[in-house]
Every structure is written in C-alpha cells, then in structure tokens.
C-alpha cells in the first residue's frame, strides 16, 4: 500500500484527508481508495463506523498474505446483500457466487450495511453442515443496532444455496 497524505486546512464533512493505492497481486492493477473526514469523525467515540475506515485498517495492517482479500467495498458483498431479496424467489445472488470458491477459508467476515450501521457475521466453516455464525454488532441491542435474528436466518438461506 502506498500512502499519500497532507494536512488540510478547514476540511468539511465531504473533503479527502488523505488518500492511498492499494496493488492487487492476482492482477497487476492498482486502485486509488479516499479517506473522507466523515470517515475520520466516525473513529470517535459512540459513533458507526464507515466503510472507508474499515477498508483503510484491512489494507492497512492486515499486510499482504496469500488469496484473495475482499473488502466491504468488494462486488462480492454487493451479492450477499442480494441474498435476502433472492430470498423471495429471484436466483441473482446465486448466479452472482455461482463461482466463488467457498471451502479455502475456514472463517468468512462478512460486513452488513444496514441503516447506516455495519455490524460483522462471522462464519466459521461456512461450508459444513455444524457451521457456527457469529454477530458482532457495537450498537448490541440498542434502537440502532441489527437483527441478529433476521442476519442469521439470511446468512443460514444463503450458506444452503
């Protein structure tokens, strides 16, 4: 990752504060990823986490490792959330990962971007039949936190297809 940042003065809630590249070794591309200051403001206490924030700590510190890294700006979390509107019969999602090799990871983090939050499923040994999901969800019970419910219901319907 290559970074490139400078202090800005007067940054509003739609500025760039700094930007990075992130190098995808499957392909050879390069892609430019902003860190927006409502991405910073969102790293204050009580507050949601933005997509870009969790991105940046992915890209960040999780270094360069062997497969495939998706981030929740990935396509592929686009398909998961198609998952519950496949639920009422449409096959998107499942023609979307038709190709998607589920048994090289013991463990999925799957994000859910839902009324402005995003909370985390963890799902470990998606492919077996004992597969155990987990909720991690900073908001818990509160009026603005998820479903656990209705997340695991979604994820078990969608792990069977």
């Not at 927006?36 to 204050?44: F, G, K, N």
């Not at 009580?46 to 997509?51: E, G, R, S, V």
């Not at 509160?142 to 419910?149: E, F, Q, V, Y």
């Amino acid at each position: 990752m290559i970074l490139r940042s400078g202090k800005r003065k007067g940054c509003t809630t739609n500025s760039i504060v700094f930007t990075y590249e992130v190098h995808y070794y499957e392909n050879g591309e390069t892609s430019r990823k902003f860190v927006m200051a409502t991405d910073l403001h969102s790293l204050l206490p009580f507050k949601q986490l933005t997509a870009g924030v969790m991105d940046f700590l992915i890209y960040r510190f999780m270094g360069a490792a062997v497969g495939d890294l998706f981030t929740f700006g990935c396509p592929i979390f686009h398909g998961i959330e198609v998952a519950v509107v496949a639920q009422k019969g449409s096959n998107i999602a499942l023609d979307m990962m038709s190709n998607f090799n589920w048994n090289v990871y013991p463990y999925l983090l799957l994000p859910v971007v839902k009324n402005n939050h995003i909370s985390l499923l963890i799902c470990e040994h998606s492919m077996a039949t004992n597969a155990i999901i987990y909720l991690i969800d900073s908001l818990g019970c509160t009026d603005g936190g998820h479903k656990s419910k209705e997340l695991f219901e979604a994820m078990q319907w969608f792990l069977e297809k």
